[in-house]
């Protein structure tokens, strides 16, 4: 199990660097393990948090079977504690969630 949570949170990471990347509103990334957190920004250069971003990440995944908590001062950090059996599957559930989540949401709110 402890391999399991050092091999998927990894892969988890990585993957979240991806979102990253491509989205200006993901601020830091980082965990260990399967403990894993990313802030949402309104920008990244400023570091602005998102919470309303935040809490419709977190709420509309919870839509989707998806539990994750926010965090951190501006509750503006979205938390993930899955359980030890967490896959790579799991994994590319939850980052296809938030991707397709932020997008639209995105797509709303700063056109």
């Known amino acids: 199990m402890q ?3 050092k ?10 660097a991806i ?3 491509k989205y200006e509103c ?11 957190g990313f802030e ?5 250069f400023t570091l602005e948090p998102d919470t309303e971003l935040a809490q419709h990440l977190k709420n ?3 839509e989707k079977f998806i539990l994750v908590s926010t965090d951190g001062p501006f509750e503006n950090v979205i938390k993930s504690k899955p359980p030890l059996c967490f896959s790579k599957d799991n994994v590319d559930e939850v980052i296809h969630s938030v991707e ?3 997008e639209n949401y995105l797509k709303q709110h700063r056109t």
């Open 19 to 21: 979102l990253q990347q």
């Open 100 to 102: 397709k989540v932020t």
């Open 7 to 16: 091999t998927v949170g990894n892969y988890y990471l990585q993957k979240l």
């Open 60 to 62: 509309e995944l919870r």
């Open 3 to 5: 391999q399991n949570a």
């Open 40 to 44: 949402l920004v309104k920008n990244r």
């Open 26 to 36: 993901i601020g830091d990334v980082r965990g260990s393990g399967l403990f894993i």
